[in-house]
Every structure is written in structure tokens, then in C-alpha cells.
């Protein structure tokens, strides 16, 4: 499967704006600020989760946008040791058996993200859902997961980057979580950031068909709607 439109604007955004840990590959630490790097054109972006890093190699899990099927990314690279069994991050990568398969691979740059959990809590304990403005890139959803790329005014790493179930929706059907962004600086460089949160406590409930997600964008405030068995829809917020 040949990358999509969207993975290929978030692939050019990353190249761009920020330097891959080209990676926090052992022995190859990079950030020489080289905004074009030399990659094969089937370059694949995802965000997975690593499984497992050994002095033999490093083993990756994700899943296909809207998709609830793990697959298994193995490589005989191995990843910095702060990246531990569990954490999200974005990868780039080629692939011997193409994308959304259990397959070897050959990993060519590795980035840390945004990692937590849904919480719960209420719009009077945050500050009625305000958040610091973002340029929406993408918001998608793979497996237990909600994976955002936006624009935000920052100057070294976000002060908050988080998603929060709002307690007044907890039991119905489509309940409704928000992501909430503070910038640790709003007068600072325009930069892309990352995020991918684990929203199983709540994807798993049987009683739940699906999941609302709010985004507060410099563009007014943008909610996704995710179903357990369909397509993401998403529009502005009424």
C-alpha cells in the first residue's frame, strides 16, 4: 500500500519542521538541521508503539488508520534505550511486505511524541476545555489510539498535550473527550507536534459505539468523530 495523501503531508511536515532522531537509532544521533533527507520513495510514516528493544534489534506494533488489527514491525536497528516497551512514537520506514503487515523492516528515523492516557474530568476542573490554539494536520485513530499532528507556537516542548473525557458524557454511546494543548511559550516558533493517546479505557466498553473528539484549533473548534465499525467523520463543532 503506497502512502497516503495524509501521511505524506505529515511526512513532509515532520522532514521539515522538526529533526527526526535519525535517529535515536544507537550510534546514529543526528541533527545536522538537514531539511531534505535522502529517503527511498516508499518511505512509510506511522505512528506504533515499540514493543521490544534489544541489543539484537527493536520490534514495533501498530495498526491501520480506523483499523483494530496489530501488526508486528521487526528491525535489526536498535532504538535509543529511553525508548522503552509501550512507548508511542512516529516512525519512518520501508517495509518487505508493504504497509499494515507483519514485516521486517529497514528504519530510517524515529521521533518521541506526545505519550498518555484518557483521563476524565469536567469543563469546571479544565478551565472550561481552554486550550492553546493548533494548525490541524491530522487526527486519526489506530487501534486503542488517538494520534494528532498539529501546528502550535512553541519553544521547547508543550507545558500540556493531553486527552480528557468529559465526565457528563462518560455513559453515553459517543461520549466526548477533548485534547487540550498549552504551549510553554505562545510567542515562539511555529512547530509541529505530536501526540498519541490511549483511549482503551473507554474504546473497550461495550456499551460505548464510538468517540467524539473535540480540538480547539486556531481555526475555531474542530470534533472527530470516531465509530468502533465505520470511517472517521469529521467537521466543525457546532
Given amino acids: 500500500m503506497k502512502t497516503t495523501r495524509y501521511y505524506r503531508t505529515i511526512l513532509k511536515a515532520l522532514s521539515v519542521s522538526i529533526a527526526l532522531t535519525l ?31 534489544t541489543s539484537s534489534g527493536s520490534s514495533f506494533t501498530l495498526s491501520a488508520p480506523n483499523g483494530d488489527e496489530v501488526f508486528t514491525l521487526t528491525t535489526s536497528s536498535r532504538i535509543a534505550e529511553a525508548f522503552t516497551p509501550c512507548h508511542r512514537v512516529l516512525i519512518q520506514y520501508t517495509a518487505t511486505a508493504g504497509q499494515y503487515a507483519d514485516s521486517e523492516i529497514n528504519l530510517y528515523g524515529m521521533s518521541d511524541v506526545a505519550n498518555g492516557g484518557i ?102 473548534v474542530v470534533e472527530s468523530t470516531f465509530h468502533k465499525s465505520a470511517n472517521e467523520d469529521i467537521r466543525p463543532a457546532e
Fill in 119 to 220: 483521563t476524565t474530568g469536567s469543563a469546571q476542573d479544565n478551565d472550561n476545555w481552554a486550550s492553546d490554539p493548533l494548525t490541524m494536520f491530522g487526527c486519526t485513530r489506530t487501534g486503542n489510539y488517538i494520534n494528532i499532528s498539529a501546528g502550535a507556537t512553541i519553544t521547547g516542548n508543550p507545558a500540556k498535550f493531553a486527552i480528557v473525557l468529559d465526565a457528563a458524557t462518560a455513559d453515553e454511546t459517543y461520549p466526548t473527550a477533548h485534547i487540550i494543548f498549552k504551549s510553554d511559550n505562545l510567542m515562539g516558533a511555529l512547530k509541529t507536534v505530536y501526540g498519541s493517546f490511549d483511549i482503551s479505557p473507554v474504546w473497550k466498553k461495550t456499551s460505548v459505539k464510538g468517540l467524539n473528539v473535540k480540538i480547539h484549533t486556531s481555526a475555531g
Fill in 23 to 53: 535517529a535515536c537509532l544507537t550510534g546514529a544521533c543526528s541533527d545536522d538541521g538537514n531539511d531534505d533527507p535522502d529517503l527511498p520513495t516508499d518511505t512509510l510514516l506511522d505512528f506504533a508503539t515499540v514493543a521490544s528493544n
